[in-house]
């Protein structure tokens, strides 16, 4: 269990920069490497919890971290659970921000070519979200 506040304070400084070295040595860990990409996608749900930690700097995120994990591989992104989708979707509702549009986008349209299943859990999280 992390224990960081959602607000840097100085006496978490330390443990954020290594969280975000972290983050930078796992997305190096699985560009290009399925494998890798494979192993790591089961722990989505975790890295994203991350995301109210405002571990946000200019070259990584939480975020970041889990569009790379589905990052051109069509096997991982066809099995990520809803719960990943249903977040991602409520966190670019919410936060209109470029990155969760980039990870949806990277999950729903690996190689470009949709996924139905993964479009239909955006589309049903969005009616949702709507009603």
Known sequence: RISVAPVPIAEQV???EVLCAVYRLLRAMVSDFSLMQSELASHSNA???HIKLNLT???VSPTDL???IFS?????CA??????????VA???SKKAPRFFRALRTIVMPSESPIKRNQNAVLQALTDKRS
């Open 14 to 16: 330390k443990t954020r």
């Open 47 to 49: 890295f994203l919890a």
């Open 57 to 59: 700097t200019y070259d």
């Open 66 to 68: 889990v569009t790379s």
């Open 72 to 76: 051109g591989n069509r096997s991982v």
């Open 79 to 88: 099995q990520v659970s809803e719960g990943v989708l249903r977040l991602l």
């Open 91 to 93: 966190r670019a509702v």
